[in-house]
């Protein structure tokens, strides 16, 4: 951790930006927070810093992330991480029955809620993830808001253990 808490601002936000989709804001805002003191007072420092932002910023991470099975997975334009996230759950080997379920949810719930669906699709399975979005397209918009935000926390976290 000695190396982590040594790292300057830009050298921080290159290694833990990525850690939340296209916003290095968040790592950038949690630098200030060291020292930390083990790998998990880091990563609350970075959860903080996305709590803490205001919603504008925080709608923003949740719009950053990729449909699910969409058409970023499909042309091959989404992070690797999410590339990998998805295929681990078999979003990239779907039928075409899958496919066109995948299509009409991620539809229906951009129309409800002007984000995509945020899942932490290594807690799922395919049919997990149907059901799941689902049951949350009955949320509020803010329920949905903290929801989503609640499992950008569980990737992020998932991505940081990877990391070190």
């Given at each position: 951790?000695?190396?982590?808490?040594?790292?300057?601002?830009?050298?921080?936000?290159?290694?833990?930006?990525?850690?939340?989709?296209h916003s290095p804001w968040v790592a950038a805002d949690a630098w200030s927070d060291r020292p930390f003191a083990d790998t998990d007072e880091l990563f609350e420092a970075l959860r903080a810093?996305?709590?803490?932002?205001?919603?504008?910023?925080?709608?923003?991470l949740i719009r950053a992330h990729p449909d699910l099975?969409?058409?970023?997975?499909?042309?091959?334009?989404?992070?690797?991480?999410?590339?990998?996230?998805?295929?681990s759950a078999g979003l990239d080997r779907l039928t075409p029955g899958e496919y066109e379920a995948f299509m009409r949810t991620n539809a229906a719930y951009r129309e409800r809620f002007g984000f995509p669906f945020v899942v932490c699709v290594?807690?799922?399975?395919?049919?997990?993830?149907?059901?799941v979005a689902a049951e949350?397209?009955?949320?509020?918009?803010?329920?949905?808001?903290?929801?989503?935000?609640?499992e950008i926390?569980?990737?992020a976290r998932l991505r940081l253990e990877e990391l070190e």
């Open positions: 951790m000695e190396a982590v808490n040594e790292l300057g601002r830009e050298a921080f936000v290159e290694r833990y930006g990525p850690l939340f989709e810093a996305m709590y803490s932002a205001p919603r504008e910023r925080q709608l923003a099975a969409g058409k970023a997975a499909i042309e091959g334009t989404i992070t690797e991480t999410s590339k990998r996230e998805q295929a290594r807690e799922h399975t395919k049919e997990s993830i149907l059901r949350r397209l009955e949320h509020t918009r803010d329920e949905e808001v903290r929801v989503a935000l609640e926390a569980k990737i």
